[in-house]
């Protein structure tokens, strides 16, 4: 179906209205590609208070809700109540016009979609705050029940502290509603997002809203690349990957991340370990910070007795990208290791301190 007939629709019903309140319900609604205006905004013009603004309004849709409606409309509303039904019957506004557009054209005024819903006692419609998006959902749910949904979800997660699949929430707070319908609350809460594998968190955390870039890493590393990577690669891949965008609003030009930026970034954060030749791996992934040495002596701790030299650079390799010259050369630290008479290594031993040592007791 093209935008016309919901266009000579729209324009059909609303013209029976006075001069007057046609140009109220253009307005508010933002008919025919305008920009809807506030209750507000449409009082100053008229010199009327938004509360009258509001009551025309409402007398306007009660009145058209009374003309005999063609089948056009009565399709419209059909397809937009499976919609509804299909999400559980709360849907983020953005989202809902976008699906009736998939129906009924993109070119279709969003505005001429609002209007027509608006005009069936079905569904209502929230205009958002500082908490929710603009969302519609079916007359019949009580928002009062979608607020305690999201509040409680989000005790979960602060509780949970970690991102959380949507069986997981599911099973946490023993909600009884459909699937759907706790998906869509979440997205319409502003302090619930989810990154693209399908797990939901607290929009302030950074692995679910990553805002710069060692936050940008350390989520592509973890959910997408899952081995160690080389900073340019990775540079590369934070350039690429829109997938770190998920949650944020695009309001002006992102600025291009540099090599440098990104090197600098993850060497000062302890979440990520140089493990060689520029790699850097995750530190929850086993990785242990420091130089090679610190990993040999690492090793001999955790073993308690003598490693050969080929133990040593096997399990040095675990953690660093290294020649086998480079391990060894590193034990050959004398202050460090020593060998012992079988050829294996161990830790050095510390001198003991003896408390008849006359050096100890002239000191």
Not at 193 to 211: E, K, V, Y
Not at 318 to 342: G, M, P, V, W, Y
Request: proline letters at 4%; glycine letters at 4%; aromatic letters at 10%.
């Amino acid at each position: 179906m093209s935008k016309n007939n919901l266009t000579i629709l729209t324009e059909g019903l609303v013209k029976e209205l006075s001069s007057r309140d046609q140009t109220i319900i253009k307005k508010r609604f933002g008919l025919f590609d305008k920009k809807p205006m506030t209750f507000n905004a449409i009082g100053q013009e008229f010199k009327v208070t938004r509360e009258r603004i509001r009551q025309i309004q409402e007398e306007c849709l009660k009145e058209i809700r009374t003309q005999k409606m063609p089948a056009v409309y009565k399709d419209f509303i059909n397809n937009a109540k499976k919609i509804l039904k299909q999400n559980g019957g709360v849907l983020e506004d953005a989202t809902f016009t976008n699906a009736l557009k998939e129906i009924y054209g993109r070119e279709t005024s969003s505005g001429v979609i609002n209007f027509l819903l608006s005009l069936n006692e079905s569904f209502d419609f929230f205009s958002g705050n500082n908490f929710f998006k603009p969302f519609w959902y079916f007359a019949t749910i009580n928002l009062s029940d979608v607020k305690y949904l999201a509040e409680t979800i989000e005790k979960t997660l602060k509780k949970h502290q970690t991102p959380m699949t949507l069986k997981e929430i599911e099973k946490a707070i023993s909600d009884k509603n459909n699937s759907k319908y706790i998906q869509n609350v979440m997205h319409i809460y502003k302090k619930i997002g989810a990154n693209p594998f399908g797990q939901f968190g607290l929009i302030s955390w950074s692995i679910i809203n990553p805002l710069n870039a060692r936050d940008k890493a350390y989520f592509l590393m973890k959910y997408y690349l899952k081995k160690p990577v080389h900073f340019k690669a990775l540079t590369s891949h934070l350039k690429e990957n829109e997938l770190l965008n998920v949650n944020q609003a695009v309001t002006k030009p992102r600025k291009e991340v540099s090599v440098q930026t990104v090197h600098n970034e993850l060497i000062k954060d302890p979440r990520f370990v140089l493990v060689g030749h520029g790699h850097y791996a995750l530190t929850e992934w086993g990785y242990q910070p420091g130089v090679i040495q610190d990993v040999i002596t690492s090793i001999l701790q955790v073993s308690n007795k003598p490693l050969t030299e080929e133990e040593i650079i096997k399990q040095v390799k675990l953690q660093r990208l290294a020649k086998d010259n480079t391990i060894k050369f590193n034990l050959r630290n004398s202050h460090k290791f020593e060998k012992t008479i079988d050829g294996r290594y161990q830790l050095k031993a510390m001198p003991s301190i003896n408390d008849n040592d006359p050096k100890i007791l002239s000191a």
